[in-house]
């Protein structure tokens, strides 16, 4: 079965500074992961996927993650916090039942995200 | 707006109550799922619809769950005999097949379960 880890529960940064969400999955064949935000009373939004067209992939706001096959990692990366990305992250793998030969996503435990001013 | 809508959006109920939840997907995806999120955990998912069967449930539905999707459209969840364990938030997603992995689900805002 497939699986992501996310490695750190809660992560502050100050406003302005790097971000490093980190995630680590398991899989049995090449997988396709994912990124989504949870802002407070809202749905998830897709952030970014891979999808092994490239292993660097770029998603909307500035973000991106990169996808290590060698070290089975797919962090999620931004170069300057916003006070907007405040939020939680999820990092997802998609699983393929293999009954009924379609995919279903599964999530890892979150990664609540806070900027400091 | 053409994003997926949930209604209500906030449901307090006593142990022991029935409640439905309602689920609009965006209205050309054929595929439909439903998960539960927990306080400090993420998403898990519950069972989805492929136009209006229902064609796979976690072993987390058990028997007083129960979901439909009739014409292929809006969908149900209802709870019976509602459990304190029974609170969370339940999500709703939509996409569209083309039978690859990276199909991306467009989630709804989520109904929020609180079980007295």
């Known amino acids: 079965a497939q699986s992501v880890t996310q490695l750190d529960s809660h992560v502050s940064v100050s406003e302005g500074t790097p971000v490093l969400l980190r995630c680590n999955y398991s899989?049995?064949?090449?997988?396709?992961l994912f990124w989504y935000v949870q802002h407070p009373n809202k749905g998830l939004q897709l952030l970014l996927k891979y999808t092994s067209a490239a292993t660097l992939v770029k998603g909307i706001n500035g973000f991106e993650a990169e996808f290590k096959k060698s070290e089975t990692s797919f962090h999620l990366t931004k170069p300057s916090a916003h006070m907007s990305d405040a939020a939680e992250y999820f990092c997802?793998?998609?699983?393929?039942?293999?009954?009924?030969?379609?995919?279903?996503?599964?999530f890892g435990t979150g990664t609540r995200l806070k900027v400091l001013a | 707006d053409t994003g997926v809508s949930q209604n209500p959006r906030h449901k307090i109920t006593k142990r022991g109550q029935n409640v439905t939840f309602r689920c609009d997907p965006i209205?050309?995806?054929?595929?439909l799922y439903w998960y539960r999120q927990t306080l400090g955990q993420g998403p898990e998912f519950l069972t989805y619809?492929?136009?209006?069967?229902?064609?796979?449930k976690s072993r987390l539905l058990s028997d007083r769950f129960s979901a439909e999707r009739p014409k292929g459209s809006f969908s149900t969840l209802e709870i019976q005999r509602t459990e304190q364990g029974d609170s969370a938030m339940y999500l709703c997603?939509?996409?569209?097949?083309?039978?690859?992995?990276?199909?991306?689900?467009?989630f709804g805002p989520g109904t929020r379960l609180t079980v007295l």
């Open positions: 997802v793998v998609s699983e393929m039942h293999l009954t009924s030969g379609t995919y279903k996503y599964i």
């Open positions: 997603a939509s996409s569209l097949d083309s039978g690859r992995s990276y199909n991306e689900q467009f």
């Open positions: 899989s049995s064949y090449s997988p396709s």
């Open positions: 209205s050309e995806h054929n595929r």
């Open positions: 619809f492929q136009n209006e069967a229902q064609l796979e």
